[in-house]
């Protein structure tokens, strides 16, 4: 199986930008989807982004459309998230995360989706 380790997170102002990484380790990751989700104390956990085994499609949340983007690269083992003109709303635990491609089919909209977690890293923006 596969291993996840999430960097990046941090504390930033609203209307900056955040790159977070996910390092994976253990069964290959170009076998997997990756994704991130995130989730705060309010809120059940959320998912964000994924992205295919070979970055060919994406998928987003409506509410991160034109903010946040999720990238991969294969050969470095690692998922990136680029989060631009962050909100307070996105202050959060973000968490990368990884399925089995057999979800692909009908695309990702929820945390039950994916089967391997990583421990989060966290978020703060302030306004």
């Known amino acids: 199986q596969v291993q996840l380790l999430e960097s990046g997170g941090g504390v930033v102002q609203a209307g900056d930008s955040l790159a977070l990484s996910c390092s994976t380790s253990g069964s290959p990751s170009s076998q997997y989807t990756l994704g991130w989700l995130r989730q705060s104390p309010e809120k059940k956990r959320e998912f964000l982004a994924a992205?295919?085994?070979?970055?060919?499609?994406?998928w987003y949340v409506d509410s991160v459309k034109g903010r946040f983007t999720i990238s991969r690269d294969n050969a470095k083992k690692t998922v990136y998230l680029q989060m631009n003109n962050l909100k307070p709303e996105d202050t959060a635990v973000y968490y990368c995360?990884?399925?089995?491609?057999?979800?692909?089919?009908?695309?990702?909209?929820?945390?039950?989706?994916?089967?391997?977690w990583g421990q989060g890293t966290q978020v703060t923006v302030s306004s």
């Open positions: 995360a990884a399925a089995h491609k057999i979800n692909d089919r009908t695309g990702y909209d929820s945390p039950s989706q994916f089967n391997f």
């Open positions: 992205i295919s085994s070979n970055s060919g499609t994406t």
